[in-house]
């Protein structure tokens, strides 16, 4: 009897501990999070943030930013060029999003109405395209060069 009740109890907990990990998404946090007042979305949990994006601590607060994943893990799906580096810290490899060529075009800033980002990197625009300030916030535009 008493077996049959640890048994339980242990599953209980094991599904208990896979459902949170699966509200968790992979990658990890950045050490430093540097001007996310201007393109974060305040967060609680993983799932509050789009796509691939985690929700991680800035200062006293949570933000979603950019995952940083090891070199050898699966990627979430994004069509992007990353470039490696490494963390001193660990001397994990890990891969980043890139700056694509090119230069973003003056965009006359509209201040009357409230800002609205469309994107936060220029990973998240298509061919041809940066993340560039328009005229009510972050888009996708189409580079110069």
Known sequence: MKVSICLLLFLATAAIIEAVRKEEK????????RNLKAVGKRCRKDKDCA??????????????????????????????????????QS??????????????PYVRYNTKKPRRDLCRRDSEC???????MGSNGLECLNATF
């Open 91 to 104: 001397g994990t490899k890990y891969q980043s999003n890139y700056v694509k060529g090119g230069k973003c």
């Open 26 to 33: 992979p990658g990890e946090c950045p050490r430093i999070l």
């Open 51 to 88: 796509n691939a994006d985690k929700c991680c601590f800035a200062g006293l607060k949570k933000v979603c930013t950019t995952a940083l994943f090891p070199a050898t893990t699966p990627q979430p799906k994004l069509t992007t060029t990353k470039q490696a580096y490494t963390t001193k």
């Open 126 to 132: 298509g061919r041809g395209k940066k993340c560039c």
